[in-house]
């Protein structure tokens, strides 16, 4: 069976993932440039390096910096590329009254219930 993409909220899903680590007592360190990364071949210590010449030592770390990425080269060991999933994302954002004034948006893609400016539409 072929899996099934799931549209997730990329911002829910990090604060999720985020207060899950910080309730388990692990650290984060944010506002730095990452120039490199290392793991030693021993084992004995990996993480990364920034543009101020810092070394921080990780038991993990999350290379979320994107296809092609230095990390991607590191990990993989060569260039990757990204490929097409067949799927189309369209992301704008602005208050949704203003789409609302529209009537065939207001028709077709109501506003929630629930008080919330927030609509979100997966097809």
């Given at each position: 069976m072929d899996a099934v993409p799931t549209p997730v909220s990329r911002a829910k899903l990090i604060k999720l993932l985020y207060n899950i680590a910080v309730?388990?007592?692990?650290?984060?360190?944010?506002?730095?440039?990452?120039?490199?990364?290392?793991?030693?071949?021993?084992?004995?210590?990996?993480?990364?390096?920034?543009?101020?010449?810092?070394?921080?030592?990780?038991?993990?770390?999350?290379?979320?910096?994107?296809?092609?990425?230095?990390?991607?080269?590191?990990?993989?060991?060569?260039?990757?590329?990204?490929?097409?999933?067949?799927?189309?994302?369209?992301?704008?954002a602005f208050p949704t009254a203003i789409a609302h004034r529209d009537k065939e948006v207001a028709n077709n893609f109501p506003a929630p219930t629930d008080g919330s400016d927030d609509t979100r539409i997966f097809d």
């Open positions: 309730s388990l007592g692990i650290t984060f360190s944010f506002g730095q440039r990452v120039v490199n990364y290392f793991d030693d071949v021993d084992g004995s210590a990996a993480g990364v390096l920034t543009a101020s010449g810092a070394r921080h030592k990780a038991e993990l770390v999350v290379a979320a910096d994107g296809v092609g990425s230095k990390s991607s080269k590191l990990i993989l060991g060569n260039d990757s590329r990204p490929k097409s999933s067949g799927f189309a994302v369209y992301r704008v």
